[in-house]
T-cell receptor
Framework: DQQVKQNSPSLSVQEGRISILNCDYT??????FLWYKKYPAEGPTFLIS?????DKNEDGRFTVFLNKSAKHLSLHIVPSQPGDSAVYFC??????????????FGTGTLLAVQP | KAGVTQTPRYLIKTRGQQVTLSCSPI?????VSWYQQTPGQGLQFLFE???????NKGNFPGRFSGRQFSNSRSEMNVSTLELGDSALYLC?????????????FGNGTRLTVT
């Protein structure tokens, strides 16, 4: 049972344009969401996170939006740069009610930014 | 600050053997988690340690075990290796218990079982 889903395995965007990566989740106990970027042969690199008490969080070129009623979050990258080309993972954590850092990951979206 | 350090980077083992992987968290981090990444199953949670205690465990067989030392360094062990254990094993550390501090990952240990 895939609790965190990234339905687009890949996305291609022109340099300078907006990249929008999407993620859906099914477990209403999730209250903390993160996006990671991963290059081959490296570990995931943390990008940005959002708590369930917010609906938007910005950090430079990266913005994460959370729609709790739809159980949907998205990552916007503006403007996209060739160095952003990587696999992006959405992750969720049920931190509420327990002391845990356990993350449930989506299957990833491969972003290719074309020069 | 140095990042999460995992050793070794690469390992080749034979089916039936056992293996120990090591992880040094970011200085000051007390929570250490382990994940397995495979092409078929993606990134899956193995277990999490906080202050030398395992506080969460994923759905993996008992052949997978771990421990954390008083300096927060952690090891995971896989006994009686199977071909399907070939994967990238990732360690991650985090600052505190339940505050919203993100996990920071190491570059992993690539285990190949032949």
């Amino acid at each position: 049972d895939q609790q965190v889903k990234q339905n687009s395995p890949s996305l291609s965007v022109q340099e300078g344009r907006i990249s929008i990566l999407n993620c859906d989740y099914t477990n209403s106990m999730f209250d903390y969401f993160l996006w990671y970027k991963k290059y081959p042969a490296e570990g995931p690199t943390f990008l940005i996170s959002i708590s369930s008490i917010k609906d938007k969080n910005e950090d430079g070129r990266f913005t994460v939006f959370l729609n709790k009623s739809a159980k949907h979050l998205s990552l916007h990258i503006v403007p996209s740069q060739p160095g952003d080309s990587a696999v992006y993972f959405c992750a969720a954590s049920p931190r509420q009610g327990g002391a845990t850092n356990k993350l449930i990951f989506g299957t990833g979206t491969l972003l290719a930014v074309q020069p | 600050k140095a990042g999460v350090t995992q050793t070794p980077r690469y390992l080749i083992k034979t089916r039936g053997q056992q293996v120990t992987l090591s992880c040094s968290p970011i200085s000051g981090h007390r929570s250490v988690s382990w994940y397995q990444q495979t092409p078929g199953q993606g990134l899956q949670f193995l277990f999490e340690y906080f202050s030398e205690t395992q506080r969460n465990k994923g759905n993996f067989p008992g052949r997978f075990s771990g421990r954390q030392f008083s300096n927060s360094r952690s090891e995971m062990n896989v006994s009686t290796l199977e071909l399907g254990d070939s994967a990238l094993y990732l360690c991650a550390s985090s600052g505190y218990g339940t505050d919203n501090s993100p996990l920071h990952f190491g570059n992993g240990t690539r285990l190949t079982v032949t």
